[in-house]
């Protein structure tokens, strides 16, 4: 069954913990990212990548930081930088390219910074 | 960058009737406009999308419609149902794509 994957779907920390969320696709997809989702705002571009060891800084990219080491993953770390980090954090992905747009979204992430 | 604005933020509508949601945005370069429908707890879906060289596509309920001159695009949604109730994210692609704030669609039975 093809998709994408986040884990965990829900997560707690304490402030000044950084904190990994993961992101696995088996849709043999290039280009992956992370939107943050908060009330009113929409999707927030944190990070993009168009191919595996490669990624761009998005909208957000403060105090986040993402490696793209294989071409199924990419997981976001929250860090204690974030000064707002309590947020629902979505992982995409899409075939790349210039022509092609369609977003796969995985379930979410949603995190809580006690 | 690309800055996609989104009106309104919440529409109600009685079953049947139709809504429209209205984005602008504002990179003449930007080529690609999709729709996304978000369900209440679940992920956001592709639900209709149209290109730049297009001026309105339509699948069954649901038609988009694109004035590259104004800068502006819609999606409208006929003889709407209960399952449409939704929170739906408009879009456009230059460079990266770049969603609206979202419009909370009701629809009240």
């Known amino acids: 069954d093809g998709g994408i994957t986040q884990s965990p779907k829900y997560l707690f920390r304490k402030e000044g913990q950084n904190v990994t969320l993961s992101c696995e696709q088996n849709?043999?997809?290039?280009?992956m990212y992370w939107y943050r989702q908060d009330p009113g705002q929409g999707l927030r571009l944190i990070y993009y990548?168009?191919?595996?060891?490669?990624?761009q800084k998005g909208d957000i990219a403060e105090g986040y930081s993402v490696s793209r080491e294989k071409k199924e993953s990419f997981p976001l770390t929250v860090t204690s930088a974030q000064k707002n980090p309590t947020a629902f954090y979505l992982c995409?992905?899409?075939?790349?390219?210039?022509?092609?747009?369609?977003?796969?979204f995985g379930e979410g992430s949603r995190l809580t910074v006690l | 960058g690309e800055n996609v604005e989104q009106h309104p933020s919440t529409l109600s509508v009685q079953e049947g009737d139709s809504a429209v949601i209205k984005c602008t945005y504002s990179?003449?370069?930007?080529?690609?406009f999709p729709w996304y429908k978000q369900e209440l707890g679940k992920r956001p879906q592709l639900i209709i999308d149209?290109?730049?060289?297009?001026g309105e596509k339509k699948d069954q309920r649901i038609a988009v419609t694109l004035n590259k001159t104004a800068k502006h695009f819609s999606l409208h949604i006929t003889e709407t149902q209960p399952e449409d109730s939704a929170v739906y994210f408009c879009?456009?692609?230059?460079?990266?794509?770049?969603f609206g704030t979202g419009t909370r669609l009701t629809i009240i039975p």
């Open positions: 149209i290109r730049s060289n297009v």
């Open positions: 879009a456009a692609k230059g460079e990266k794509l770049t």
């Open positions: 990548s168009q191919i595996v060891n490669d990624f």
């Open positions: 995409a992905s899409s075939m790349g390219g210039r022509n092609t747009g369609e977003l796969f």
């Open positions: 849709l043999n997809h290039d280009a």
């Open positions: 990179d003449s370069a930007s080529n690609y």
